[in-house]
């Protein structure tokens, strides 16, 4: 459907050029199908975009993970120091 109002707006402009006359109806059909094609992407984009933002419950808690990864890199560090000779 983008294609085809690209193909309009496509239209619309070579003919005047081919012409070599452009005039003010012409140049706001080419606004008017710009605008259209513009209104078409967004909401095509907005119907398949994942939203951004995370309902209060489901947000990640910080404190948590920053302490799992403390917790698993004095794991390590302590395996490490076992491994070392002596």
């Known amino acids: 459907m983008c294609r085809a109002k690209l193909n309009t707006i496509k239209d619309i402009v070579f003919k005047p050029l081919i012409g070599e006359k452009i005039c003010h109806d012409e140049i706001l059909l080419v606004k008017t199908e710009i605008g259209k094609y513009h209104s078409m992407r967004n909401s095509i984009r907005q ?36 491994k070392k000779p002596s």
């Open 47 to 82: 119907k398949y975009r994942k939203p951004t933002s995370q309902p209060q419950s489901e947000k990640p808690d910080y404190e948590k993970i920053e302490k799992q990864i403390l917790e698993g890199l004095m794991k390590k560090l302590l395996e490490q120091e076992v």
